[in-house]
Nanobody, 114 residues
Framework: QEQLVGSGGGLVQAGGSLRLSCTVS????????IGWFRQNPGHEREWVAH??????EYADFVKGRFTISTDNAKATVYLQMNSLKPEDTATYYC?????????WGQGAQVAVSA
């Protein structure tokens, strides 16, 4: 059984917006933190943002542009990405921890054209 199901992504022009979703098995409260990483071919996966105990943190390169929100009824965490830049192009992966184990969702392709 998949613990995380990620969705969203797509192709947008610079300045546009996309929203990623990460739905967990069970309830959001059983996972902490929950967040996103991104990766481009030939590069290491880098942390983007996460939420833990209601506290949200963002990487400097997305602060003011990306926002995490949650829907407990849907057991889903969202990453709203605004003012997208070409350098935001990557595969985005949601990640969550539960009981000392880390889980990853499938990647979502985000492509931002200049």
């Amino acid at each position: 059984q998949e613990q995380l199901v990620g969705s969203g992504g797509g192709l947008v022009q610079a300045g546009g917006s996309l929203r990623l979703s990460c739905t967990v098995s069970g309830s959001l409260s059983s996972f902490s933190p929950i967040g996103w990483f991104r990766q481009n071919p030939g590069h290491e996966r880098e942390w983007v943002a996460h939420i833990s105990g209601g506290h949200v943190e963002y990487a400097d390169f997305v602060k003011g542009r990306f926002t995490i929100s949650t829907d407990n009824a849907k057991a889903t965490v969202y990453l709203q990405m605004n003012s997208l830049k070409p350098e935001d192009t990557a595969t985005y992966y949601c990640q969550a921890w539960r009981g000392g184990a880390v889980f990853w969702g499938q990647g979502a392709q985000v492509a931002v054209s200049a």
